[in-house]
């Protein structure tokens, strides 16, 4: 199995490219941190899928961070 070291891993998280779908979330996310999936899959008109793929991404390259609960929890992006 492949481990990687926090170093390592940021300095892969730096080079991967995030997609459009990506910076839309990211953006609305800054502008209101409480946004709920549901709100993000009526404001972009995607698919919850697409949606749901995407927010997990970001999470993984440590993009964006969850503070609380599923339901009344907020949103924190990560710098």
């Not at 891993?9 to 709920?36: D, M, P, W």
């Not at 949606?51 to 339901?71: F, H, N, Q």
Request: no cysteine; glycine share 6%.
């Amino acid at each position: 199995m492949l481990k990687f070291t926090a170093q390592e891993n940021s300095f892969v998280n730096f080079h991967v490219k995030i997609t459009e779908t990506g910076k839309q979330i990211l953006e609305k996310i800054t502008r209101n941190a409480s946004v709920t999936m549901q709100e993000t899959v009526s404001l972009f008109r995607k698919d919850v899928s697409t949606i749901g793929k995407t927010v997990k991404r970001l999470k993984e390259l440590g993009k964006i961070e969850r503070i609380g609960s599923d339901k009344s929890g907020k949103w924190k992006v990560m710098s």
